[in-house]
């Protein structure tokens, strides 16, 4: 699916997937994930509509309008059904490389000067 804007999906409670997997949906559909409700968030996905936990009132509060994982899929995936999909290929979410090494600050011989 193609957005105007990349939204930023957040996921609560229980998914009938691996949250990684459903996350790495969300990004291969053009949008965007975050962990907590922000400005920026535009769809909260939460398996139970009933539920009153603190991302799901705060969601409410804001206006984030909740869809739930049956609706997520149907968004990011169209006509293809959800088991194709993760048959074909898994989808993982890759870990961005450290470039960073530690630096040895100390010499490992120590100069005594008498």
Same mark, same amino acid.
């Given at each position: 699916?193609?957005?105007?804007?990349? *939204?930023?999906?957040?996921?609560?409670?229980?998914?009938?997937?691996?949250? #990684?997997?459903?996350?790495? @949906? +969300?990004?291969?559909? =053009? =949008?965007? %994930?975050? $962990?907590? /409700?922000?400005?920026?968030? +535009? /769809? !909260?996905? /939460? +398996?139970? *509509?009933?539920?009153?936990? +603190?991302?799901?009132?705060?969601?409410?509060?804001? =206006? %984030?309008? @909740?869809?739930? *994982?049956?609706?997520?899929?149907?968004?990011? !995936? =169209?006509?293809?059904?959800?088991?194709?999909?993760?048959?074909?290929? *898994?989808?993982?979410?890759?870990?961005?490389?450290?470039?960073?090494? $530690? #630096?040895?600050?100390?010499?490992?011989?120590?100069? /005594?000067? @008498?």
């Amino acid at each position: 699916m193609t957005w105007s804007t990349k *939204p930023v999906f957040c996921f609560t409670g229980k998914s009938p997937k691996p949250r #990684k997997q459903m996350e790495a @949906l +969300a990004i291969k559909a =053009g =949008g965007s %994930v975050t $962990k907590s /409700i922000t400005n920026s968030t +535009a /769809i !909260l996905v /939460i +398996a139970d *509509p009933n539920s009153t936990s +603190a991302k799901a009132q705060k969601a409410r509060a804001m =206006g %984030v309008e @909740l869809i739930s *994982p049956e609706e997520f899929f149907e968004i990011c !995936l =169209g006509s293809q059904s959800v088991e194709q999909v993760f048959e074909e290929k *898994p989808f993982t979410v890759k870990k961005k490389p450290k470039n960073h090494q $530690k #630096k040895n600050r100390h010499s490992s011989k120590r100069r /005594i000067q @008498l």
